[in-house]
C-alpha cells in the first residue's frame, strides 16, 4: 500500500515512526527512572536492581522493533539513500524545539546504522554532528537556587525539606549539623568566605543502588564547590552518611567502573552542562553514559574521538601491558581510551570462543558493578585512515585478529571493538609506584576482590595484568573473558594427602570439576612480591579461605543486595568503615 505513496509522504511517513519509536523509549525510560524514587523511599532494593536492568535493555527493544516497522513501511526501498535524506531532513524537522533533541538524533542513528550496516560514518543519513547548537524551546531550569541563608544549618534543612523523599528521617537535626560543620570547614580550608552565599542544587537526586544522591555546587566568595549529600534509607530512617565537596570524590561518584544512575530531567544536555562546573575533567561522553544515555554517551565518544584524530597526528600503537591472550588492544599516547578487538584464535590454555567473550562483556553491560568493572562501550563497522595505525600494530592486528580488522585501500575497517578508559595495569603499577603507593595498590585489589563478590562477580582471572589502577587510585577489573556468577563457582578447601604420593603429584590427585575453585591456591596467582603479599595477607588473609566466598555466595542467594560505598570513609559522616 505504502509503495503508491511518493518519496516525500514516505518519507514525511518514515520519519514520524522513528519519532514514535523514539518517543516510546523516552517514556519507558522516564517511568523506570522515576520509579527509583518510590523504591528508595519504600526500601525495595530488589526492584531498583530490577528496574536498572530493564533500563539498561529499553533501548535496544525499542529500536528493534522501530527497525522492523521501518522495513515494513519502505519495503524495497528501505535501502535507498536518497530517500534517507529525506528522512533524516524531516525527522530534524520534527525534533526542533524537543529537550531531548540530541538523544532524539543519536536514536535516529542508531536506526539508519542497523538499516545499512555503516562502514565509518555517512553523514548524509546521519547526524555526524548535532542539526542544533542549543535549542532554547521551552527550556527550563533544572536547578534550584537558595540564597545565603542565617547559617549553613539553615540552609540545609530548607533544602532536604524541598527534596522530599517520602520517608522519615532517622535524626535530621544531627545529620544537618554534621554536613553543615563540615561545609563550613571546607570553606575555611580552601579559603572562601565564611557563609554559604548561593546553593544550586538539581531538582532530582540521583539514585542508584540502595544510595541516594543530592547533587548541587555551593558559592562562597569567588570559589565554586561542588557538593554532594549521599543519602542512605536504613531501618530507622534517613540520614546523610557523607558529604562531597571535593571534585575527586565526586568524580569517583560518577566512576566510569560504576554503574549508572537514575536522575529524571527533561533536557539531558542541561544536566550535563551542569555536572562539567563540578566536574571539568570528565569527558561529556562519560557523563552521559554515567546518568543512563549511554547510547548518546557513544555518539559524543565517537565525536570526541574524531575530533582529538583531527588535532593530532598521534598514531595507534599496542597499549602498555602484557600482550592479550583473547584481545589485541591498542591505544594512543595522548588520548586515554584504549582499543580492544577479540583475536580470531585464543592462545592456549584460553578455550573460550569469540561469542562467549561478547556475552561476558553483556553480562556486565547489564550487572551492578560496584565501581570495579570498567565501562566498555561496544563500537561496529569504525574506519580510519591507515597512516594513523604503527606499521607494528596493523601487522599485529593482521596476523592476529583479520577477521575484525583489514585495510581497504588507505583505510583500515576495525568491525567490532570495544573502546574502553585506559587504566595502568595493576602489575606494572605496583612495579613502577613508589612502596606506599604499590602498598595502597594493594589493599585496594583485595577490596575489588571483596567488592565484585558482592555484586555477585567472581573474575576468574585473578593476575595482576587483568586489572588496572585509575587515575584515582582505585584497582578495577577490564578482562571479562573468565568472569563468571559468583553463585555459579564451588569453592572448596584443598583435601589433605594422604600418602605421599598424593603430596608430591605434579598435578591434582583429587578430581578437581568444572567450577571447582580453591580459594588457598589464589597465592599462586597473584604474583605479588613477598613484601606485597605480606601488605595483602594482612588485609585480606580471608581472601584465601573458602568459607569467606560461601559466605558472600549465601548473602547473595537468599537475595541480600549488598551495598558497596562509593566514597571513601574520611567523606562519612561517623567515619564507618568502607565495607557497607
Known amino acids: 500500500m505504502y509503495q503508491q505513496f511518493s518519496v516525500s509522504r514516505l518519507?514525511?511517513?518514515?520519519?514520524?515512526?522513528?519519532?514514535?519509536?523514539?518517543?516510546?523509549?523516552?517514556?519507558?525510560?522516564?517511568?523506570?527512572?522515576?520509579?527509583?524514587?518510590?523504591?528508595?523511599?519504600?526500601?525495595?532494593?530488589?526492584?531498583?536492581?530490577?528496574?536498572?536492568?530493564?533500563?539498561?535493555?529499553?533501548?535496544?527493544?525499542?529500536?528493534?522493533?522501530?527497525?522492523?516497522?521501518?522495513?515494513?513501511?519502505?519495503?524495497?526501498?528501505?535501502?535507498?539513500?536518497?530517500?534517507?535524506?529525506?528522512?533524516k531532513a524531516v525527522y530534524s524537522g520534527l525534533i526542533d524545539g524537543r529537550g531531548d533533541w540530541n538523544i532524539a538524533e543519536t536514536f535516529f542513528n542508531s536506526i539508519t546504522r542497523q538499516v545499512f550496516s555503516t562502514v565509518g560514518v555517512d553523514p548524509h543519513v546521519e547526524f555526524v554532528t548535532s542539526d542544533y547548537e542549543v535549542p532554547l524551546a521551552e527550556r527550563a531550569v533544572i536547578y534550584r537556587t537558595y540564597a545565603r541563608a542565617a547559617s549553613t544549618e539553615a540552609l540545609l534543612h530548607q533544602l532536604l525539606e524541598d527534596v522530599a523523599l517520602d520517608a522519615s528521617w532517622a535524626d535530621r537535626a544531627r545529620d544537618v549539623a554534621l554536613a553543615a560543620e563540615r561545609i563550613d570547614a571546607r570553606l575555611q580550608e580552601v579559603?572562601?568566605?565564611?557563609?554559604?552565599?548561593?546553593?544550586?542544587?538539581?531538582?532530582?537526586?540521583?539514585?542508584?543502588?540502595?544510595?541516594?544522591?543530592?547533587?548541587?555546587?555551593?558559592?562562597?566568595?569567588?570559589?565554586?564547590?561542588?557538593?554532594?549529600?549521599?543519602?542512605?534509607?536504613?531501618?530507622?530512617?534517613?540520614?546523610?552518611?557523607?558529604?562531597?565537596?571535593?571534585?575527586?570524590?565526586?568524580?569517583?561518584?560518577?566512576?566510569?567502573?560504576?554503574?549508572?544512575?537514575?536522575?529524571?530531567?527533561?533536557r539531558p544536555y542541561d544536566l550535563i552542562r551542569f555536572l562539567k562546573t563540578i566536574l571539568p575533567r570528565k569527558r561529556v561522553a562519560e557523563l552521559y553514559i554515567s546518568t543512563g544515555y549511554n547510547k548518546h554517551g557513544k555518539t559524543e565518544l565517537y565525536r570526541d574521538l574524531i575530533s582529538h584524530l583531527a588535532l593530532t597526528e598521534e598514531r595507534f600503537t599496542r597499549a602498555r601491558g602484557q600482550r592479550g591472550m583473547v584481545m589485541t588492544v591498542f591505544t594512543m599516547s595522548n588520548y586515554d581510551l584504549v582499543f580492544k578487538v577479540i583475536k580470531d584464535q585464543f592462545d592456549y590454555p584460553k578455550e573460550s570462543t569469540r561469542q562467549e567473550v561478547i556475552d561476558k562483556y553483556k553480562l556486565v553491560f547489564r550487572r551492578?558493578?560496584?565501581?570495579?568493572?570498567?565501562?566498555?562501550?561496544?563500537?561496529?563497522?569504525?574506519?580510519?585512515?591507515?597512516?594513523?595505525?604503527?606499521p607494528e600494530l596493523l601487522e599485529e592486528l593482521e596476523e592476529d585478529a583479520s577477521n575484525t580488522v583489514w585495510e581497504e585501500g588507505e583505510r583500515v575497517v576495525v568491525d567490532h571493538a570495544y573502546i574502553e578508559r585506559r587504566v595502568i595495569p595493576l602489575d606494572i603499577y605496583v612495579r613502577e609506584a613508589g612502596d606506599a603507593s604499590a602498598r595502597q595498590a594493594v589493599i585496594d585489589y583485595g577490596q575489588a576482590l571483596k567488592d565484585l563478590a558482592a555484586s555477585n562477580i567472581f573474575p576468574g582471572d585473578l593476575f595482576l595484568k587483568n586489572f588496572g589502577v585509575t587515575r584515582h587510585g582505585r584497582v578495577v577489573f577490564y578482562d571479562y573473558d573468565e568472569l563468571s556468577l559468583l553463585t555459579t563457582c564451588e569453592f572448596k578447601e584443598l583435601p589433605e594427602p594422604q600418602t605421599y604420593e598424593q603430596a608430591m603429584a605434579p598435578e591434582p590427585w583429587f578430581h578437581v570439576g568444572e567450577h571447582d575453585i580453591f580459594p588457598e591456591e589464589f597465592k599462586r596467582f597473584l604474583g605479588l612480591p613477598d613484601p606485597l603479599m605480606e601488605v595483602f595477607e594482612a588485609h585480606h588473609a580471608d581472601l584465601f579461605t573458602a568459607s569467606y566466598w560461601q559466605a558472600v555466595q549465601q548473602q547473595v542467594r537468599e537475595g541480600e543486595v549488598l551495598h558497596t560505598v562509593p566514597y571513601a570513609a574520611r567523606f562519612r559522616l561517623d567515619n564507618q568503615p568502607e565495607e557497607a
Open 11 to 87: 518519507a514525511n511517513l518514515c520519519a514520524r515512526t522513528i519519532l514514535r519509536g523514539f518517543a516510546r523509549y523516552r517514556t519507558q525510560f522516564a517511568h523506570l527512572t522515576r520509579r527509583a524514587r518510590t523504591a528508595f523511599a519504600e526500601r525495595d532494593w530488589q526492584q531498583m536492581q530490577d528496574d536498572a536492568r530493564a533500563r539498561l535493555t529499553l533501548y535496544e527493544e525499542v529500536e528493534d522493533a522501530v527497525v522492523k516497522e521501518v522495513h515494513d513501511l519502505l519495503a524495497s526501498q528501505v535501502r535507498e539513500r536518497l530517500m534517507w535524506v529525506s528522512i
Open 191 to 266: 579559603g572562601a568566605l565564611a557563609v554559604v552565599e548561593r546553593l544550586e542544587v538539581i531538582h532530582e537526586p540521583f539514585f542508584r543502588g540502595k544510595g541516594a544522591y543530592i547533587v548541587g555546587r555551593l558559592y562562597s566568595g569567588s570559589h565554586l564547590l561542588p557538593l554532594v549529600l549521599a543519602l542512605h534509607h536504613e531501618a530507622p530512617g534517613l540520614r546523610i552518611d557523607a558529604v562531597l565537596l571535593e571534585e575527586d570524590p565526586v568524580s569517583i561518584l560518577f566512576s566510569f567502573a560504576r554503574s549508572y544512575f537514575h536522575i529524571n530531567v527533561d
Open 368 to 390: 551492578e558493578r560496584a565501581g570495579r568493572l570498567v565501562d566498555a562501550q561496544a563500537f561496529e563497522h569504525l574506519q580510519f585512515a591507515k597512516e594513523r595505525f604503527a
